[in-house]
C-alpha cells in the first residue's frame, strides 16, 4: 500500500512539472477610438449644472399670466443660457405679454454669464421690470435695442437682485424692442426674470 502511494505521487508530481516546463500563454486584444466631434461645428459643454430645461404645461394663457407665469417651483440652475464667445443669451422661451393683467412674465427664471446676457424681445412694452426669483444678481446696467432703429437706450441700475431688493424697475420707450442686453453677474444658484407691462 505504501508502494502504490509512492508511486501515485511520483506520477502526480512528474506530470506537473512537465506540464511546468513548457508553459504556453497566448493573449491578443483589439481596440479602437475616436477623439472629437462628428461636425465641423465648435460645440461648448457647459457640465456645471445637472438640472433639466425649464417646463411648463399651460391649459390657458391666462392662468400663466394671472399666476406670474409660474404654477411650480424654480430652479436655481437653468440651462436656457447659451454661452457665446463674449457673453451669455437667454435661450428660453419668450412669452407674450397679455393685456389687462398688469406685470407678465416674459422670460423663465435665467442667470447672467460671461457679466452680459443678451435677451431677444420682441414686442412694445411700457415698462420692463427685473425680478429675483432665488440668490443674488448685481444688475450693472441694462441697453435696450429698439427694432424701428431710433438710438439705444442705457439704463444704469448698479443695484442688487436680493430678497431685500427683489424688484427692478426699467422705464423704457415705448417702442418696438429687438433685445435688451443685461450687464451684471449672478451669483451661483442665483436666477432672476424679465417682466413686461
Request: no cysteine.
Amino acid at each position: 500500500m505504501l508502494n502504490l502511494k509512492a508511486i501515485l505521487t511520483t506520477l502526480v508530481l512528474g506530470s506537473s512539472s512537465a506540464a511546468m516546463a513548457n508553459p504556453t500563454v497566448q493573449v491578443s486584444a483589439e481596440a479602437s477610438f475616436r477623439i472629437g466631434t462628428p461636425s465641423s461645428q465648435t460645440v461648448i459643454r457647459d457640465h456645471r449644472y445637472d438640472r433639466p430645461v425649464y417646463t411648463t404645461q399651460w391649459t390657458r394663457t391666462e392662468d400663466r399670466h394671472r399666476y406670474g407665469g409660474w404654477n411650480q417651483p424654480d430652479y436655481a440652475q437653468p440651462v436656457n443660457v447659451k454661452l457665446n464667445s463674449d457673453s451669455s443669451e437667454y435661450t428660453g422661451p419668450v412669452f407674450n405679454r397679455a393685456r389687462g393683467f398688469g406685470w407678465s412674465a416674459l422670460t423663465e427664471p435665467t442667470r447672467i454669464e460671461m457679466n452680459r446676457q443678451i435677451i431677444r424681445l420682441n414686442g412694445q412694452f411700457g415698462g420692463l421690470m427685473l425680478q429675483q426669483v432665488s440668490g443674488n444678481s448685481q444688475i450693472k446696467m441694462v441697453k435696450i435695442r429698439f427694432a424701428n432703429g431710433l438710438p439705444d437706450q442705457t439704463i444704469t441700475l448698479n443695484q442688487a437682485l436680493s430678497r431685500a431688493s427683489s424688484n427692478l424697475m426699467l422705464n423704457v420707450q415705448h417702442q418696438p424692442i429687438e433685445y435688451i442686453v443685461v450687464y451684471g453677474t449672478s451669483n451661483a444658484g442665483s436666477t432672476y426674470r424679465m417682466l413686461g407691462a
